[in-house]
């Protein structure tokens, strides 16, 4: 009796494990596929601007890549004079700063403001700030080939 409950407990355990890989697998294969969804039919629509307040050159030109990678129609890209200390996402075009907050949430930036384009250049604008290897680690040192 004793070994047919150790039986049916080791097999129990099993199952559950096997549930459990099952649904984890399941949720990740659906995160990526809304992922790869975004990447192909939301983010083409937004026209980014990507302005570099780092003081570190060709900052912006490798944020550039890695947004186009994902997907977002990068329309220009810039170095300011001027440092600052957070990254920030400028809604450019929406009073619902819909655009930006799109991207803000992409990247993982809190973050947003509103700042009118009247030329309709791009939809929101990413300033990089110095805080820019919360959002894209790495990417000061990466060897991007454009």
């Known amino acids: 009796m004793k070994k047919r409950l150790i039986i049916s407990v080791f097999f129990g355990v099993i199952f559950i494990a096997f ?12 995160r990526v596929r809304n992922r790869m969804w ?7 629509s937004i026209r980014v601007e990507v302005v570099n307040a780092t003081g570190i050159p060709g900052l912006a030109r490798k944020v550039t890549f890695l947004l186009r990678q994902d997907g977002f129609d990068v329309v ?9 200390k957070k990254t920030v996402v400028v809604e450019r075009s929406d009073s619902s700063l819909s655009h930006a907050k799109h991207l803000a949430k992409w990247i ?39």
Do not use: H, Q
């Open 76 to 84: 220009y890209y810039s170095s300011s004079g001027d440092t600052i």
């Open 19 to 30: 549930l459990a890989v099952a649904i984890y697998s399941s949720i990740r294969a659906y």
């Open 108 to 146: 993982g930036c809190k973050e947003i403001t509103l700042e009118w384009d009247y030329d309709k250049i791009s939809d929101c604008a990413l300033v990089i700030g110095l805080d820019f290897n919360k959002y894209f680690p790495g990417v000061d040192t990466a060897k991007i080939l454009y």
């Open 38 to 44: 975004y990447i192909k039919n939301v983010n083409p």
